[in-house]
């Protein structure tokens, strides 16, 4: 038999970072459907599909404009819009390996045409 010795560490301190920032993730994909202007107002639907093999417990999902707006988001969604951006952030709206995450919403702004073809998503695992 050969003696073993049960050591015990003192005064040690383990500690991770978790990185919140967004990155692109291969296989993390959007689709922004704008349909037509009524009322000063575009009705948008957003599809994030989470093809990646891993969960994402986070996204943030860019669609170009040319002028300002104002939007209506679902619960745990926030938004900001400039005149070059539309970004709609789900800080914690996690999306399995695999699943889709969609909301629709109207976007309100004197843009008389919108392409949302740009459209781009990153995500945070």
């Known amino acids: 038999t050969t003696a073993t010795a049960n050591y015990i560490p003192q005064n040690v301190n383990i500690s991770a970072t ?5 990155s692109t993730i291969a296989g993390l994909t959007v689709v922004a459907t704008a349909g037509p202007k009524s009322g ?3 009705p948008l639907t ?3 599909s989470n093809n990646s093999g891993q969960p994402i417990s986070g996204w943030r999902v860019t669609i170009p404009t040319t002028r ?3 939007s209506t988001v679902p619960a745990g969604v926030t938004y900001t819009c400039t005149t070059t951006v539309l970004t709609y952030t789900g800080a914690a709206v ?5 699943a889709q995450y969609q909301f629709n919403t109207t976007v309100t ?3 008389t ?3 949302t073809t740009g ?3 990153r995500g945070k695992a």
């Open 109 to 111: 702004t004197t843009m």
């Open 40 to 42: 000063g107002a575009f």
């Open 68 to 70: 300002t707006c104002t």
């Open 119 to 121: 459209a781009a998503v």
């Open 113 to 115: 045409t919108w392409t």
């Open 94 to 98: 996690a999306i399995a390996a695999g």
């Open 46 to 48: 957003v599809t994030i």
């Open 18 to 22: 978790f990185s919140t920032a967004y």
